[in-house]
T-cell receptor, first 117, second 110 residues
């Protein structure tokens, strides 16, 4: 159980376009979803935390208008990279959890590789 | 400092034990974790340890926690080529914010 999927797994887009990444919890209801960004050979950096039905909380230095997060239901959160530029190219990973989950575990999706040309 | 620190690379031979070390920063972290990431994939939780424990063993994995020094280690016994991956330690800050180290790349050679 506790499977998280992401779609697409890879996306290549032109500079200036917007890209939407979906994160779904397949077999549980996720009250909280997290979005991370990972650069090559680097750690995961938390971008934002979203709770179902409320606005996302962004980490310092992450542009809200650039990275739009919507957590419309208990099984789906979306990250939209608006007006993407080459420096937005990265590996984006989501995770999901629920209230009072055992040992505060987060379940991670397989990631989305974004390449902006 | 603010960072979770790990050595970046470890190379071992198949059958040997691997020890990956980590220092963390938040003494109030309730849980500490080890995650595994295979190339191009997401993170898989390997094991965790509650902050009031010194040691946890789970099959081939042994986690040691030294709270005084804020030091965490992961020992993998009888390391296999399939264990080759990047291993992240992570601490939890606050209720749910995970802070990761930069990851240790483990290379297991036959």
């Amino acid at each position: 159980g506790a499977v998280v999927s992401q779609h697409p797994s890879r996306v290549i887009c032109k500079s200036g376009t917007s890209v939407k990444i979906e994160c779904r919890s397949l077999d549980f209801q996720a009250t909280t979803m997290f979005w991370y960004r990972q650069f090559p050979k680097q750690s995961l950096m938390l971008m934002a935390t979203s709770n179902e039905g409320s606005k996302a909380t962004y980490e310092q230095g992450v542009e809200k208008d650039k990275f739009l997060i919507n957590h419309a239901s208990l099984t789906l959160s979306t990250l939209t990279v608006t007006s993407a530029h080459p420096e937005d190219s990265s590996f984006y990973i989501c995770s999901a959890s629920w209230e009072q989950r055992q040992y505060n575990e987060q379940f991670f999706g397989p990631g989305t590789r974004l390449t902006v040309l | 400092g603010e960072d979770v620190e790990q050595s970046l690379f470890l190379s071992v031979r198949e059958g040997d034990s691997s020890v990956i070390n980590c220092t963390y920063t938040d003494s109030s972290s309730t849980y500490l974790y080890w995650y595994k990431q295979e190339p191009g994939a997401g993170l898989q939780l390997l094991t965790y340890i509650f902050s009031n424990m010194d040691m946890k063993q789970d099959q081939r994995l042994t986690v040691l926690l030294n709270k005084k020094d804020k030091h965490l280690s992961l020992r993998i016994a009888d390391t296999q080529t399939g264990d080759s991956a990047i291993y992240f330690c992570a601490e939890i800050r606050g209720y749910s914010t995970l802070t990761f180290g930069k990851g240790t790349m483990l290379l297991v050679s036959p």
